[in-house]
């Protein structure tokens, strides 16, 4: 009914789980030749059957430019970016998937009128994004939120609107009057100096913007979003943009300032005209859900997508290049590849690695991945509670919840409402995320168990307390995996 899924998957930024992060140098790629072998048991692989072109020199060697290890989202966006980016220097990409199906933890199941996510919701529908839909022939399957939808934050009790525009702010209850004064200073440059050190988002925000930014906005943004601790998580990682504001101007308004200037005297190259433009800020999805997206960039690379390969060993030859060795459903495949990408959880990347790099194994071990379980119930629209409707529907965004408020749910995502055909007329779907690195003892959590603690706190604030139980979705049982960044997208 509910499962634990990784959510580093849809966010373009850099994993913000430890404020000190290792790095790996790669060398360019070169053309190169890719060599099959087979245990005496296993059956024999021809060319074709690898990347589904004839050769012409005997069938035993076939010219590669890269090997991906990992078919979730991150590894298809990569193969997707070299066809049609890049092809002048990798003509040739093998993806390989551990599992039987692309996607990683990207699970869209569909059921009874319901459509809904077990993995990540949704994402930001930033150009980069938006070329790779237009790349994969889903520009007409693209859904996007209504920009202007609210945004809720449970504070004392109360779900309260977050300002969506400047002319909210003075205006918005989330905040008191001396807490916006405090923030407005504080962007100006009247805060205490930057610290000798790298700071956390919590010291960050407490720093330019006082308590009650990071407590009723930031810090619920932070366990939304990234599932993360904002005392550990770095600011500079996390919120890069925000946090290069004062480093170039001196504040974060005088940073602002500055890239504006720097932005009208550099102006971007023209938008790619192919691209749809978004109405203000939003997420997207597709009409039956992100699975699409892998599922389009799969169909499009077509046989050189591998699927059910796990890789066992991989060797740095004193030649150049790497030779792989993966257990397949026709049995051991061994490939000779110059151009290795891996976009696997780290765990795994540690353990393949550790011949190759006992340090950079070692520091890859260390990375904290918070457990986060997905579990998407569905009320009838009269459970909603009549304060929490706007024009009698429930609209918005979603909800997010600060650790200080008394529940246990990080956020719901108001599933029905932001996107069309999500649940049957009469119905609303919410998609609820609980756990985090503020709460691991999820793990040990029965299924009924996450179901009653996530009906227990919507009853606090958004579903009337004697409405019926819910009807619970799911298509898999719950398995634990690991989780780095909750891209929310709220």
């Not at 520091?363 to 509670?385: G, H, M, N, Q, T």
């Amino acid at each position: 009914m509910t499962t634990f899924t990784d959510f580093s998957l849809l966010r373009p930024t850099t994993t913000p789980s430890l404020i000190s992060r290792p790095f790996s140098k790669f060398s360019t790629p070169r053309p190169f030749k890719l060599r099959c072998s087979l245990t005496e048991e296993s059956t024999t692989i021809t060319p074709s059957k690898l990347n589904g072109e004839a050769l012409s020199n005997g069938g035993h060697s076939v010219a590669v430019d890269c090997v991906i290890v990992g078919g979730g989202i991150s590894g298809l966006c990569i193969a997707q970016a070299l066809a049609t980016k890049h092809r002048d220097v990798a003509h040739n990409v093998i993806v390989t998937e551990a599992k039987g199906r692309v996607g990683g933890n990207i699970t869209t199941l569909e059921r009874d009128g319901y459509l809904w996510e077990e993995g990540p919701n949704s994402f930001q529908p930033s150009d980069p994004m938006l070329t790779m839909v237009v790349d994969s022939g889903l520009k007409q399957d693209l859904v996007l939120g209504d920009p202007n939808a609210p945004r809720f934050v449970l504070w004392n009790g109360k779900l309260r609107p977050v300002p969506g525009k400047p002319t909210d702010l003075p205006f918005f209850d989330l905040m008191s009057i001396g807490g916006k004064l405090r923030a407005g200073f504080g962007a100006l440059g009247l805060r205490p100096p930057p610290p000798g050190h790298e700071e956390s988002v919590e010291e960050f925000v407490r720093r330019n913007l006082g308590d009650e930014v990071f407590e009723r906005l930031i810090e619920p943004f932070c366990s939304g979003v990234y599932a993360g601790d904002p005392s550990t998580l770095s600011m500079k990682a996390a919120f890069g943009k925000v946090w290069n504001l004062e480093q170039i101007g001196g504040s974060i308004i005088g940073g602002t300032f500055k890239t504006i200037q720097e932005r009208s005297k550099n102006p971007k190259p023209p938008r790619d005209p192919r691209l749809p433009t978004p109405k203000g800020q939003t997420v997207g999805s597709f009409r039956k859900g992100l699975a699409m997206l892998p599922d389009a960039i799969a169909t499009r690379l077509g046989s050189n997508v591998k699927l059910s390969w796990k890789l066992t060993n991989i060797i740095k030859l004193d030649s150049g290049g790497y030779s792989l060795t993966y257990d397949t459903p026709e049995g051991l495949v061994s490939l000779l590849s110059k151009s290795v990408v891996f976009t696997i959880p780290s765990h795994i990347a540690s353990t393949l690695l550790h011949p190759l790099s006992a340090k950079a194994a070692d520091a890859l071990s260390k990375l904290f991945y918070p457990p986060v379980a997905a579990v998407s119930v569905s009320y009838p629209k009269e459970a909603i509670r009549p304060e929490c409707l706007i024009d009698g529907e429930l609209k918005g965004f979603g909800q997010l919840h600060p650790r200080s408020q008394g529940v246990e749910t990080l956020g719901t995502i108001y599933s029905s409402s932001l996107f069309p055909n999500r649940a049957p007329a009469g119905r609303i779907l919410l998609l609820n995320y609980i756990g985090g690195a503020t709460n691991p003892g999820i793990v040990s959590k029965t299924e009924s168990e996450l179901v009653e603690a996530v009906d227990r706190d919507l009853r606090k604030m958004l579903i009337n307390p004697k409405a019926t139980d819910p009807l619970v979705l799911g298509g898999e049982s719950m398995a634990t995996s690991h989780s780095s960044v909750l891209d929310w997208s709220f």
